[in-house]
């Protein structure tokens, strides 16, 4: 069988080639295509060439950087409309604390490290309230007090591709809590990601639709992926390969509704995917009536392969590779 490819080889020809490409419920995120190019120049947290000054400019703006190492953030860093925030052709970890994506559009966020945040409700990445159209991409996350990326507060429209979450406990929360029935307007993609011995949250869906394909998943702890409630979650392709302490994929965590009287699950559809090493789907039951395609048409899912596996451990995250140019 052919070598596979992860997606989106074609965005490295420009730098902003990335602009529109996302696959997914985020694919009309532009970040800051229109804007002036940004040069990060500093590692301090904040001040003239930082990255907070960057993402607190009203204006769109593609942000670069010209400098490697550790960004050490003393609070969390707002992110606003219209921005891209580009790691390629630098080595670049955020720590500490992580990014704030509220009410704002049209954000990119891509090759970046996120690691080490410590603090109350500190996670990498939250997405809330009321932002749409984010797109993260080939980052690497582990390692937070709370959670690696949270979509939550009616925020919607988002995708997470060929990311790497690693050694974790709550990973990726999408839907607040059951009282927030707003969130029932949150729709999510995730595709060509490897979540590597994370205990949870792979991701915990609340009331959202989410699109699952082409992901590597290996090793939780408790669960895998998580349907609440009245959340549609449809697996398609992945590859869920338990360890020992938990060879069942799919949990049902039943919650009651703030506007039902009675605590429901959600439900999930797989289609194609495979299950390795004993590990057991956990499938129940349901009428499950979101279907990707009902909401976009392209998207290039492959079958669950031994090669796509291969392919995920080696490129998903965080790559060295150079930033293309800007013509």
Not at 16 to 22: E, I, N, T, V, Y
Not at 96 to 123: K, P, S, T, W, Y
Not at 198 to 218: D, E, I
Not at 281 to 310: D, H, I, W
Request: charged share 25%; aromatic share 10%; proline share 4%.
């Amino acid at each position: 069988m052919a070598p596979v490819s992860l997606p989106y080889a074609h965005c490295e020809s420009k730098l902003r080639a990335l602009a529109g490409q996302a696959e997914g419920f985020g694919r009309l995120a532009t970040g800051g295509l229109h804007g002036a190019l940004y040069c990060v120049t500093t590692l301090a947290d904040d001040g003239p060439g930082s990255l907070r000054e960057a993402c607190s400019k009203k204006e769109p703006l593609w942000i670069v950087f010209e400098i490697s190492g550790e960004i050490k953030l003393k609070s969390f860093l707002p992110v606003s409309s219209y921005k891209t925030i580009d790691g390629r052709g630098q080595w670049i970890r955020i720590t500490g604390m992580g990014l704030r994506l509220a009410q704002c559009e049209h954000v990119i966020i891509c090759n970046l490290e996120f690691q080490e945040g410590r603090g109350h409700d500190v996670d990498a990445i939250q997405i809330k309230p009321n932002s749409k159209h984010i797109w993260i991409d080939r980052c690497s996350l582990k390692d937070y007090s709370d959670g690696l990326v949270d979509v939550t507060r009616g925020s919607t429209d988002v995708t997470i591709s060929r990311c790497k979450f690693g050694y974790h406990d709550k990973t990726i929360l999408i839907g607040a809590n059951a009282a927030h029935c707003d969130d029932r307007n949150i729709r999510v993609t995730i595709h060509h990601c490897l979540f590597d011995g994370s205990r949870q949250r792979l991701p915990r869906v609340r009331f959202a639709k989410v699109h699952l394909y082409n992901n590597y998943t290996r090793y939780w702890a408790i669960y895998a992926v998580g349907a609440s409630v009245d959340s549609e979650i449809y697996s398609q392709c992945n590859i869920y390969e338990a360890g020992r302490d938990c060879n069942v994929a799919f949990k049902y965590i039943p919650e009651k509704a703030g506007d039902k009287n009675a605590p429901t699950a959600g439900v999930i559809v797989s289609e194609g995917d495979l299950f390795l090493g004993g590990t057991q789907s956990g499938l129940k039951p349901g009428n499950c009536s979101f279907r990707p395609s009902q909401y976009y048409q392209t998207c290039t899912v492959e079958p669950a392969t031994m090669e796509l596996k291969k392919a995920l451990e080696w490129f998903a995250g965080w790559q060295r590779v150079p930033r293309p140019g800007d013509w």
